[in-house]
């Protein structure tokens, strides 16, 4: 890569911004990355192999530009559960009526329609609901067999051909792995993707299966939401490297006042763990088609910054909409305004996870603390694997986290994660030469004066994943050199 630039993002949540037909030329990637873009998206439900191929180029060519180490999300479809046609057009379906579902491939009528799904037929009981066109309209089971429903219409609306179709509080024997995802795993692995996100996750085995097939090549994200994820959260989010809060399918699933509770539960627990966590979904819809969001749209990102998220994402905001840059920019001012507020650390604060009998965890909040106190301008981390950096970043420290590695890999990884400034640098034979190195990164990246103070924590010897012992305060002088007050465990 080349010589850092002085970029240097204020605010410590990260953004994520979905590519796509608006936002595929060099031009727009970059600009979206002047705007603020931490970690761009690539939405494998849509495009081809070849035009994910074409902007990961790009972005690694913006990433030799400016110096930076760039993040990517391949996003892998999953199952996509659809109804089929029908014969004469869509249907409007009245409250109380019935309606069937089965695995005749006729098209469908007023009264019943193809739903060429086995599996969901396989998991149906009477009582269960069925959730049509993304919940416009609900059937509930009255009776069911191994290839029919007969429903009656709980909320009618109008249908029409392939809407998607929901099985709230079931679990469905499918694996989140279609034969078309499976394809896209290649691809998405072959290009270089950092993060692997995996759609349609019900259980653990889930993560499991994907984990075999991923190795360590990528990071791997469970996205949550299915309410079946829910109720096995902590097994999933042990087994993942982070989590999405997908609240697109979760809020059709469950019910629209448990999503916010829902929300906070997944960040606060993912936090907990020091596992990445992303708030995606409809933050800034309205500015597909409008240069400025709505004051609820606002106050939805706020609340994922509140809550401590480490990334909050765009989706069609920059994918297909009208102004892909400037919902960048003003998702940008909302997380940096939001930030500034003097009770947003205060609240962080408040909820900082019990800590674990280790040295490595002492040291690290022991490293917010010192901060804190000496009024440091950064803390800075060096590590290998990058679970120094992420122990810090679990801290919610309010200053900014400089994570050095030899890894470009860890670099772009940890892209993702809360407050990290990631740098990809040589290796070092020394702690004494690892500070030196990280007061002048620190200095020229912008984030240090001089006469300013650091916080440094690693692991000695180097390259012991997760040996965190050593915390060093370091002071940025004239000459280049580090003038350092020792602690070491």
């Known amino acids: 890569m080349t010589v850092s630039q002085k970029i240097h993002r204020s605010r410590q949540t990260k953004i994520v911004a979905t590519l796509g037909p608006a936002t595929s030329s060099k031009e727009k990637i970059k600009a979206l990355f002047e705007a ?17 191929r074409a902007r990961m180029q790009i972005i690694r060519e913006v990433e030799q530009e400016v110096g930076r180490p760039i993040a ?28 069937r579902l089965d695995l005749d491939p006729t098209p469908g009528t007023t009264t019943r329609a193809p739903l060429l799904h086995p599996e969901i037929f396989a998991a149906l009981t009477p009582d269960s609901d069925l959730l049509l066109d993304d ?152 500015m597909i088609t409008n240069a400025t969001p709505t004051r609820a749209e606002a106050s939805d990102v706020a609340t994922a910054v509140y809550d401590g998220a480490d990334a909050i994402m765009l989706s069609a905001e920059t994918a297909s909409g009208d102004y892909p840059i400037e919902a960048v920019q003003m998702m940008d001012r909302i997380a940096t305004h939001t930030q500034a507020d003097p009770t947003y650390h205060t ?81 070092v034979a020394s702690f004494s030469e690892m500070v030196q190195k990280a007061v002048q990164i620190a200095y020229h990246d912008g984030i240090a004066q001089l006469g300013e103070r650091m916080v440094i924590t690693a692991g000695v010897p180097f390259g012991t994943p997760g040996n965190t012992n050593v915390l060093r305060i370091a002071r940025v002088e004239e000459n280049g050199d580090a003038r350092q007050i020792s602690m070491t465990a």
């Open 347 to 427: 609240g962080l604060a408040s909820q900082h996870p019990d800590l674990n009998s280790t040295t490595a965890d002492a040291i690290t909040a022991a490293a917010r603390q010192v901060a804190e106190t000496i009024k440091a301008s950064a803390i800075v981390t060096y590590t290998t694997s990058g679970s120094t950096t992420l122990r810090a970043a679990r801290e919610r420290p309010d200053v900014p986290i400089i994570g050095l590695t030899s890894s470009l890999e860890t670099a772009r990884r940890l892209v993702l994660s809360f407050g990290v400034h990631a740098v990809c640098t040589a290796d």
């Open 36 to 52: 603020g873009v931490d970690m761009y998206r690539l939405n494998f439900s849509h495009g081809t192999a070849a035009d994910h």
């Open 135 to 286: 919940g416009k309209v609900r059937l509930r089971v009255m009776r069911c067999g191994k290839d029919f429903a007969d429903t009656v219409v709980i909320a009618g609306h109008r249908l029409s051909d392939r809407k998607g179709v929901n099985v709230p509080n079931v679990v469905l024997p499918l694996s989140p792995l279609t034969k078309k995802d499976l394809a896209d795993l290649e691809v998405a692995l072959d290009i270089g993707a950092d993060w692997i996100a995996l759609s349609f996750v019900q259980r653990p085995e889930d993560i499991i299966e994907a984990r075999k097939l991923i190795g360590t090549r990528a990071a791997l994200l469970a996205k949550l939401e299915k309410p079946a994820a829910i109720q096995s959260l902590l097994p999933i989010m042990e087994l993942a490297d982070g989590v999405m809060v997908a609240r697109g399918d979760l809020g059709v699933e469950m019910p629209p006042e448990d999503v916010p509770r829902t929300q906070k539960l997944i960040v606060r627990e993912a936090r907990r763990m020091g596992k990445p966590v992303i708030v995606a979904t409809q933050m800034l819809e309205s």
């Open 72 to 99: 990517v999300l391949a996003d892998l479809q999953g199952p996509k559960l659809r109804l089929g046609t029908f014969a004469n057009g869509p249907v409007d379906l009245e409250t109380g009526q019935a309606f």
